[in-house]
């Protein structure tokens, strides 16, 4: 347990910290700047939510670029003992290569053949190290066949043409899907505007704002009477749900990964929340009152 909260330490203070900040603004400062409210709770939801979703991405693009350069990695080693190199050999010379973030980590293996660690020990280190699910399976592949002797040469091509394949339909989902990601975009904008009507033209037509009377029980269907501002407060928890899940499927689709639909959801909910906010500080009603229901 104790790891685990070292480990998200920084994640647990934003989002603790973001927390006191609408949690105040919600029982205190919204009281005496009802204005600045909405901005007060959107700052307090970033502070929250973004550091967080910052370092998980950042993980998660780790993750890619060592998926990527690990491709690269098999195919320069493949080319090395195709042309006639012995494994140490081939191992030191793509050593010299830049492979960016596992560059460290090649250089090592290197290093550990080069000073007499057997090679399935070295690799399995190098899997250890990286601790990415896709690099750890491929290794686990050619340590297997480096155990039952086969030729590691020809496994490492077969892993290479593999890797290859998963990562060009990858990116044909990522191209293909570009424009389903756009759609997402309109949908939720047309869905801001859709709110920003009803609060504009429908609470002004079912309230009496001359006696002071909320929506009526015949209009909303219910027993008791809903204040419009029990109306605009349900309206903004539509839209965070809304911006959030379509943020989530929207990466989800883009890139495969619902960790990288956290970025769509935070552009979403801080977008919408703005325009929403927004909208309704202006003066209502923009209906005259001869448009208004009956009751």
Do not use: C
Request: aromatic share 10%; proline share 4%.
């Amino acid at each position: 347990m104790e790891s685990v909260l070292a480990k998200y330490r920084f994640e647990l203070i934003s989002v603790i910290t973001g927390s006191a900040i609408i949690a105040v603004n919600i029982l205190y400062l919204g009281q005496f700047f009802p204005l600045l409210s909405p901005v007060i709770n959107l700052a307090g939801g970033l502070i929250a939510v973004v550091p967080s979703t910052w370092v998980f991405y950042s993980r998660f693009r780790l993750n890619k670029e060592i998926e990527e350069q690990f491709i690269i990695l098999i195919r320069d080693l493949t080319e090395s003992i195709n042309s006639g190199m012995t494994l140490p050999m081939a191992l030191s010379y793509i050593s010299t290569k830049d492979y960016r973030v596992m560059t460290p980590y090649v250089k090592r293996m290197a290093a550990q053949v080069d000073w007499g660690i057997p090679f399935k020990i070295a690799l399995q280190k190098f899997a250890d190290g990286i601790q990415v699910s896709s690099v750890k399976r491929a290794i686990s592949t050619i340590l297997e066949t480096y155990r039952v002797g086969g030729k590691v040469g020809d496994t490492l091509s077969e892993v290479s043409k593999s890797l290859i394949v998963i990562d060009r339909i990858r990116k044909e989902r990522s191209s293909s899907v570009h424009s389903q990601v756009v759609t997402s975009y309109l949908i939720f904008f047309i869905f801001i505007f859709i709110l920003v009507v009803l609060h504009a033209f429908l609470i002004p037509s079912v309230t009496n704002k001359s006696s002071g009377l909320s929506i009526s029980s015949s209009i909303t269907g219910l027993g008791s009477s809903i204040p419009p501002e029990e109306l605009s407060q349900i309206f903004t928890y539509f839209l965070i749900l809304q911006g959030f899940f379509a943020g989530l499927a929207t990466g989800k689709m883009a890139e495969g990964s619902i960790v990288a639909g956290l970025k769509h959801s935070i552009m979403l909910i801080a977008i919408g929340y703005s325009i929403f906010a927004i909208a309704i500080q202006l003066p209502l009603p923009l209906v005259s009152p001869e448009l208004s229901l009956p009751s």
